[in-house]
């Protein structure tokens, strides 16, 4: 009798496995405004959710298609001006629709614009596809300068969130009932696009992007592969573009230029290209950084730039790479051998980024202040940048936390490859 029930019960269990993630990510979505209440926290979780659903269609073209796309934005600013002109039409009642169902729009003429650029771009890949993205999106930047009726010249266009009708009372005056929306929104496309990912054609993109030769000789078309996923993931970022204009009630032209194309490139990149889930910490983390650091420096910009260069040279599977090579050490347990190695190749190489990182934030105050404001403050501590001491202490910190910290790399290294060493027949590691 055991037996049967646990049988019968398995099925319920494994499908609770399946669903337990998305339960979890609609939990998390209903609680975090009661959890960050703050203005700036509303504002930073909607500008989070936005660009996780950017990032997650990029991720389509070049982590699971292989296409290196630099004209991204196009997309996610076309759907931006389409959906800021349907925000028009329902205020001025040319359409009576809810304001909640204006995203789709933006990702129809997201979809329409890939559908004519993928045509033809589509039919290679690699450098090829990354020049032709790159004057596709130069072109409707310059362009969105040029048709002042439609992209509003400089000024762009903008919106009122609060007109249509109103549905369940929400008439989307505050940031938080905003930030519900975006996270509806966020939750839906999250799924469709995991989904699209577990289908043949996801698979067969992954196929195309690792072998398109091979591809071919299995019966399948490489650029109808690549067309279909540059498709999806042009609707997708016309959504994206569609829930940015009602968040902001104003798009201009640099939803759709370069500088918003690389964004979503570091977004993807930091995250892990590699993983589904990559880009999504990679939006979270590239946020953060632009809400919040940007707050205490004006060179934030800077850290995001040498955090990219540095995960492309030391980590390009991304933050989520990293996380995920510590998988096979939990599931061993080998996790408590690994600590002291952290501590200390990890504690030296803060006091060589303390150092690094007040070089340059004392460099900066000097170019940019008078010469007569010589006193600057930095994470609470006031000094003269003219005197010599704050120098040399930041140029100690940095050289001997870096030459503590490559000294300890060896030791660090050997103690990684014995926690990942295949467990021996007596039950320690086989090295």
């Known amino acids: 009798m055991s037996n049967i029930s646990s049988a019968q019960s398995a099925p319920g269990s494994s499908l609770f496995k399946v669903f337990r993630p998305w339960i979890f990510l609609a939990v998390l979505l209903i609680i975090l405004p009661f959890i960050f209440s703050s203005g700036i926290s509303v504002y930073t979780m909607n500008l989070m959710g936005i660009f996780i659903i950017f990032a997650l269609s990029y991720n389509m073209l070049l982590g699971q298609g292989g ?84 992209f509003g010249g400089e000024e762009g266009v903008s919106g009122d969130r609060t007109m249509g009708p109103n549905v369940l009372g929400f008439d989307y005056a505050t940031d938080v009932e905003v930030y519900y929306l975006i996270a509806i929104w966020a939750f839906i496309t999250i799924a469709l696009m995991y989904m699209f990912s577990r289908t043949p054609m996801g698979r067969m993109a992954n196929a195309v992007r690792d072998n398109e030769e091979r591809a071919e000789f ?28 009602i968040n902001f009630e104003i798009v201009t032209e640099e939803n759709l230029n370069a500088l918003t194309s690389g964004v979503v490139l570091l977004m993807a990149y930091i995250g892990g290209v590699g993983f589904f889930i990559g880009p999504i910490i990679g939006a979270v983390v ?17 850290y995001v730039g040498v955090l990219f260069v540095l995960t492309v040279m030391y980590a390009p599977q991304g933050l989520t790479g990293i996380l995920a090579m510590h998988l096979p050490v939990i599931r061993m347990k080998r996790v408590g051998p690994l600590l002291m190695p952290y501590l200390r190749i990890g504690i030296p190489t803060i006091i060589c980024l ?16 008078p010469a007569d404001q010589t006193m600057m403050s930095l994470a609470g501590l006031e000094f003269d940048t003219h005197s010599v001491l704050p120098w040399v202490i930041m140029v100690v910190f940095t050289v001997v936390g870096g030459f503590v910290a490559k000294s300890q790399a060896p030791q660090f290294r050997e103690a990684w490859e014995e926690a990942h060493a295949p467990v021996s027949s007596d039950g320690g590691s086989a090295k």
């Open 67 to 150: 296409m290196l796309s630099f004209g991204h934005a196009v997309y996610f600013g076309l759907g931006g001006f389409m959906s800021v002109h349907f925000m028009n039409y329902i205020e001025y009642e040319i359409f009576i629709l809810p304001m909640f169902l204006v995203p789709i729009f933006g990702g129809i003429i997201g979809l329409i614009f890939a559908v004519i650029i993928g045509s033809f771009s589509t039919r290679r890949a690699g450098t090829v596809f990354a020049m032709i993205s790159l004057g596709i999106g130069e072109l409707v930047a310059a362009s969105s300068l040029i048709f002042v009726a439609f």
């Open 218 to 245: 299995i019966g399948y078309s490489q650029r109808k592969v690549r067309f279909i996923s540059f498709c999806a993931s042009g609707f997708f970022a016309g959504i994206a573009g569609g829930l940015f204009a």
């Open 286 to 302: 590239f946020t953060l950084l632009q809400t919040l650091l940007s707050n205490y420096t004006e060179i934030w910009q800077l």
């Open 354 to 369: 303390i150092g690094l990182v007040g070089l340059l934030e004392t460099v900066h105050h000097v170019r940019s202040m």
